[in-house]
């Protein structure tokens, strides 16, 4: 929706309406009360604002310049490379090579693919891992869904003026992209979000991180379906590379199924919902 949208607003203007009507709706549902917010909730609530307007405009920015299926795979690197970190195992690092391997092999895989493309997405990553850490600890700060709505509202107040700034003419010749930018904000913003934080609020983010391992393929495929994008064969082993590597990394760190763990059924009980 977003792609087939930039023959009429540029991409940082959608991913400011993206954020701003997340942020709309989800203070209309929870309504949250600022004073009860304690100081070290706003400091992280507001972190995850920033790095939300960050990776918004670096992705979308990124799929104006690339495939939506490559995009996302550069994205993903993020929370792999997260994943890859957590751990100094030599598994993990065999994991990281072959997920190195699996870029290298995208971003040579053809003469076309433009160079301000994979910067952005390589950004998107940096922020995709940024994003992983503070939105987990915003679940376990926050009880309920108000950390997520300060942190969808700060993002909007960063995107929303430069949308107003740059594209507000464009919108006013073509309202129809208002009702784009709601779908794209529900879609791709409000429901993600929210169920990316009830996930990490039961796992650690190298699980996570093999849930994410599945959005390069399903991006290639939306791409290939609705956007008639073609991928080379080479692309194609090159996004099945970084998935095996993120699958490969997570893996290797699967608890044992006797539940033997000394540190109680507080460690064991996500794992269980998980599997």
Sequence with gaps: MAK????????TA????????????????????PRRIAVHQWRVAISLGLVL??????YFQAISHLQIGVASTLELLGPLTLSIVLSHRLEHLAAALLALAGVLLLTASAPSLSLLGILLGVLAALC???????????GHLFPDWSGLTVALA???????????????????????????????????????????????????????GVLLA?????????????????LTVRQ???????????????????????????????????????R
């Design 128 to 138: 995709r891992a940024g994003y992983t850490v503070l939105n987990q600890r915003v």
């Design 53 to 58: 307007a960050a990776m918004n405009v670096a």
């Design 14 to 33: 959608l991913a400011g309406m993206r954020l701003t009507f997340s942020a709309m709706i989800m203070i209309l549902l929870v309504r949250p009360r």
């Design 214 to 230: 599945l959005s390069p393929a399903v991006g290639a495929g939306v791409g290939f379906a609705v956007l008639h994008e073609h």
């Design 154 to 208: 700060v993002g909007a107040c960063i995107l929303a003026p430069v949308t107003a700034a740059t594209d507000t003419n464009t919108v006013a010749a073509h309202p129809s992209v208002l009702v784009t930018g709601l779908g794209v904000a529900l879609l791709s913003s409000l429901i993600p979000y929210a169920l990316d934080m009830t996930v990490l609020r039961r796992i650690d983010t190298r699980a996570f």
């Design 4 to 11: 087939g949208a930039y023959d009429h607003v540029g991409p």
């Design 236 to 274: 194609i082993c090159a996004i099945a590379l970084v998935i095996a590597a993120s699958a490969w990394s997570v893996s290797l760190d699967r608890p044992p199924r006797s539940g033997s763990s000394p540190s109680g059924t507080s460690q064991d009980t996500p794992n269980i919902d998980h």
